[in-house]
């Protein structure tokens, strides 16, 4: 069997042709095997520049539409036009119709039109694959076809209608191609997201890189970075990710918080490529700082940080902008020993003074500090910032279109700058909305200050947006994905409810979590259960209802039963309610609490089982467990709220005049037996409570303790 790969966003004249050609052979002979595929890419990696590639048998391709028709006619008898050299020399003719500029195509389509004079088809009386070539050329070229339209080439307008009207199949062939698009677009709407964002150059190939500061672990900002440049690189342009640690501030990073950026990012299916840090390129970055100095690109500069921040508001030149060639590459040398002086200076690049846009005044490019690196030891004392670094190690590492989020935008004329003042290789740079988030800090100073603080567990709290708390609280990867991936690259910048990306996630643990029930402490009541067995037993029943697949756990029945005080006081006397996983029951009698203070407290009640009732008929489903015939399990169930109480702060706000009260709830319950079994970080379902991550197992002397999964409900 032939394939023919089709290329659906290029130049549909380079496509067109062998489409129509393919699928003349399998209209004409249905035993015809040819598959014709799809692929919603510019140009096939297989070949370069190709938007058509026929593979003819394993290891063997052939590109371009006048080599596959050829190859079609020599092996398809069925096609007219085999053995014609006139139509072999029309198909020679065929890449000159494939022009998107007039005067080319032009001269093209005059000579068609001489040629067509008293002439239905191209090459004899009837078609032949002549007129399907050129004919889906002319229709593919965006150019071609309005210029047929005009009028100004009789014959070729006729010949062109002609070869349309008398083959109505020709119609059904570019639907197809049509339409596998449209499919693919429809897909990524319906999901929430275009990637249609028209980069630039991809045709040369796209590698696209995730640089994270080994200085905090990763939150769900980042998330949304990594994703888009895996995405990129990986599924969209079939190209590479490089994961690079941007390591030049040795007095904020640690390796551990490299090591956990490697796990998450693998726990997210993120496979970059190639792994790099900056601090590889630091004899490089050395090196071009140098240059851009005696280039009188950059100056050394000792004004105090304040002084030279109001220079920049306010646009003012420093007093060391003038300084010499000499004097910079000096105070550079000096501030390379970490001496006392050098620590006074840095290096900035002489951009402008006033620009209107405040990141073009001069940035700083390089500082001093001689605090060990966790991978360069003592050898540097002077590092590179952010500013400097990402455009020079963007260029060389190859990095063809460096995504970034738009906090950047003000950056970019100065990332351009830097690469033109270095003569090092321009990359394009897209800017996307970073994902903001409603009661959610981001700022990694800020969540470091409520780790200090002890405020709360660690970077892994589950009230915290880093990856490693909303996983505690309960988050899978898959749904975390799903939900990213449907932001797409847009630039609008919105502050998204955490409800949906909970929504997200309670589709795929529903169907997952083994049902189990817990019946809280505060306040329980016991019942006797009249009709019940005198001798409790067990039975088996299904873990979830709708997937057999998770197995089986044990239900205790007996004359004895715990339920929660809620649940009780709003029975009415004699009202028939329901069992949940048992059945029907009558309510006869309720005992009150004999303390003044908790009069309206229930202590006990006593029920008459009812199990041939209509649990339909009934308002009330309880959940309930039996105090013998099994070991009950101590559980501590924990909830949690929102950090901060206003959605958004303003700059001009101090997030700390809006942090909740109290933001962590805890409840001791009892659990049927089979909680015992579970393991850390298994996800199950209390039922009528919700769903919980198992954060410490069950262990004796020690209760499980389960942290509520938010559900999209309350905007929690």
């Given amino acids: 069997m032939a394939t023919l790969n089709i290329a659906s966003k290029a130049n549909q004249a380079t496509c067109l042709p062998a489409l129509l050609v393919a699928s003349l052979a399998k209209d004409l002979d249905a035993k015809s095997s040819i598959d014709i595929k799809f692929h919603e890419v510019e140009s096939l990696k297989t070949g370069e520049e190709s938007s058509v590639e026929l593979d003819v048998q394993p290891g063997t391709s052939i590109h371009s539409s006048e080599q596959a028709i050829s190859y079609l006619v020599e092996h398809y008898p069925v096609l007219p036009g085999k053995n014609d050299i006139s139509v072999a020399r029309w198909l020679d003719r065929l890449p000159s119709f494939y022009a998107l500029d007039f005067k080319t195509l032009d001269r093209a389509l005059l000579e068609l039109d001489s040629h067509l004079t008293l002439r239905s088809h191209i090459v004899g009386y009837a078609l032949t694959v002549a007129d399907l070539a050129l004919w889906g050329a002319i229709r593919g070229n965006k150019i071609g076809q309005p210029a047929v339209k005009k009028g100004n080439l009789t014959n070729v307008a006729r010949w062109f209608k002609h070869v349309e009207d008398s083959n109505p199949w020709i119609a059904t062939a570019i639907h197809s191609m049509n339409a596998a698009s449209a499919e693919k677009k429809a897909a990524l709407s319906k999901a929430g997201a275009s990637y249609d964002i028209a980069l630039l150059d991809t045709d040369k190939g796209v590698i696209t890189r995730f640089p994270p500061e080994p200085s905090g672990y990763l939150h769900i900002g980042h998330v949304k970075a990594a994703m888009l440049n895996d995405y990129f690189a990986h599924e969209k342009y079939k190209g590479r990710l490089i994961c690079r640690f941007d390591d030049t501030n040795p007095s904020k990073e640690k390796e551990e918080f490299q090591d956990a950026i490697v ?252 049902r189990h029930t817990a019946i809280s402490k505060k306040g329980i009541v016991s019942c006797t259960v009249k009709g019940a067995r005198a001798a409790a037993y067990t039975e088996d029943k299904p873990k979830h209802g709708k997937n057999p697949a998770l197995g089986t756990k044990k239900v205790a029945y007996s004359q004895t039963i715990l339920i929660e005080q809620e649940d009780a006081q709003s029975f009415d006397q004699d009202e028939e309610i329901t069992l949940m996983n048992w059945g029907n029951a009558i309510v006869r009698n309720k005992t009150h609490s004999l303390n003044p203070l908790h009069l309206s407290t229930i202590t006990h009640i006593d029920l008459e089982l009812h199990l041939q009732g209509d649990f339909k008929a009934t308002s009330k489903k309880v959940t309930w467990l039996s105090k013998e015939g099994q070991e009950l399990v101590l559980v501590e169930l924990v909830d949690f709220d929102f950090l901060i109480t206003k959605d958004k702060i303003e700059e001009d706000e101090n997030y700390e005049d809006f942090l909740t009260p109290v933001t962590e709830f805890r409840e001791e319950a009892f659990a049927d037996e089979n909680v015992a079994e579970l393991k850390a970080d298994e996800i199950i379902q209390f039922e009528r409570k919700g769903y919980y991550r198992v954060d410490r197992a069950f262990a004796h002397g020690q209760p499980a303790v389960c942290f509520a999964i938010p559900t999209g409900k309350g905007g929690k």
């Fill in 263 to 514: 796990e998450d990012l693998a726990l997210m299916g993120i496979k970059p490529d190639k792994t790099s840090y900056s601090s590889d390129y630091f004899d490089e970055m050395y090196d071009l700082c140098v240059k851009l100095i005696k280039d009188g690109k950059a100056y050394a500069d000792d004004t105090e940080q304040e002084t030279m921040r109001d220079e920049r508001m306010h646009g003012r030149p420093s007093k060391r902008r003038d300084a010499s060639v000499e004097e910079n590459l000096a105070y550079f040398e000096e501030m390379k020993t970490g001496s006392e002086e050098g620590l006074r200076w840095c290096i900035r690049a002489k951009i402008s003074v006033d620009n209107p846009n405040k990141a073009m005044r001069d940035p700083v490019i390089y500082r001093c500090n001689p605090t060990p690196h966790h991978r360069t030891g003592s050898r540097w004392k002077i590092y590179p910032t952010y500013d400097f670094c990402a455009p020079v190690v963007d260029a060389l590492e190859g990095v063809t279109h460096a995504l970034r989020t738009n906090e950047y935008r003000d950056r970019n004329p100065q990332y351009e700058w830097m690469q033109e003042a270095l003569g090092v290789r321009k990359v394009h740079i897209w800017d996307f909305a970073r994902l903001n988030f409603i009661r959610t800090l981001l700022s990694k100073r800020k969540l470091t200050k409520f780790v200090e603080k002890g405020s709360v567990m660690g970077w892994d709290d589950p009230r915290f947006p880093t990856i490693r708390g909303i996983r505690r609280r309960g988050m899978t990867i898959p749904a975390l994905r799903e939900y990213i991936l449907k932001q797409g690259p847009s630039r609008n910048i919105v502050n998204l409810d955490w409800s949906l990306l909970w929504a997200t996630n309670k589709k795929y643990i529903d169907p997952i979590a083994p």
